[in-house]
């Protein structure tokens, strides 16, 4: 059965940092696509970034660049997301995301594109 499991999540002031981890068991991930996502009250969930496992590519949503880091750890099967210099607007409930057919790099944005999703981890940013 596969889990992905978020932690990492907290409160911080306005131009803090945080690293998220997502740890998967029964999972193992090679040319696949891995994102995280984030729900803020009221809103749409939206893609933050996401690497492709297969080489290491990695894409941001331009509201992001410059600020967070997708990373992977293939020995322990886990994908971190440091989020630095972050903004009010930032939080949000923060969940991690893979697909198990491989990755369809055009739609990687989309919720639609990952059959795996962790049960999320809170990021709160004060002003």
């Known amino acids: 059965r596969v889990q992905l499991v978020e932690s990492g999540g907290g409160s911080v002031q306005a131009g803090g940092s945080l690293r998220l981890s997502c740890a998967a068991s029964g999972y193992t991930y090679s040319s696949n696509c891995m994102g995280w996502f984030r729900q803020a009250p009221g809103k749409e969930r939206e893609g933050v970034a996401v690497?492709?496992?297969?080489?290491?590519?990695?894409y941001y949503a331009d509201s992001v660049k410059g600020r967070f880091t997708i990373s992977q750890d293939n020995a322990k099967n886990t994908v971190y997301l440091q989020m630095n210099s972050l903004k009010p607007e930032d939080t949000a409930m923060y969940y991690c995301a893979a697909d198990s057919w491989g990755c369809n790099l055009p739609t990687r944005w989309l919720s639609s594109e990952y059959n795996y999703w962790g049960q999320g981890t809170q990021v709160t940013v004060s002003s």
């Open positions: 690497i492709y496992t297969g080489g290491g590519s990695t």
